[in-house]
């Protein structure tokens, strides 16, 4: 499969996504994009998994976005958000998958944390 088969002007392959630079309002990296949540029944993207931090991928700490925080930026290449590396740091937050649930309760709490930043 080529390239050309995984992205058209606005569609994406979700391995495309995964690993794509997300930049602050500042236009500043502050991580990329680990995976995305997908609602099995809507087929909505729910989530970005944001990682931050660490060194080539050793102690990062994985954050869950909502996806309406994220918009493509085609001069950087990569995904903008209007959220700070401020506000991230208090942040739901994993380290480790297997410690991270992601029932109502947890994505609640995500949205919650996030809801003035991009409302």
């Not at 602050?24 to 809507?42: A, F, L, P, T």
């Not at 401020?86 to 991270?100: F, Q, V």
């Not at 649930?101 to 996030?114: G, L, R």
Request: hydrophobic share 30%.
């Amino acid at each position: 499969m080529g390239m050309q088969d995984r992205e058209t002007s606005n569609l994406i392959g979700s391995d495309k996504v995964e690993g794509t630079t997300v930049y602050g309002s500042d236009r500043q990296e502050i991580g990329s994009v680990e995976r995305v949540m997908i609602d099995k029944i809507s087929g909505q993207v729910k989530y970005a998994v944001l990682s931050f931090g660490g060194f080539l991928g050793m102690g990062n700490d994985y954050y869950p976005l909502p996806w309406q925080s994220l918009r493509y930026d085609q001069g950087l290449g990569g995904y903008v958000t209007n959220i700070t590396e401020a506000k991230l740091k208090g942040a739901p937050k994993y380290t480790d998958e297997r410690s991270w649930d992601w029932s109502d309760q947890s994505a609640s709490k995500v949205n919650k944390y996030y809801e003035s930043s991009f409302m």
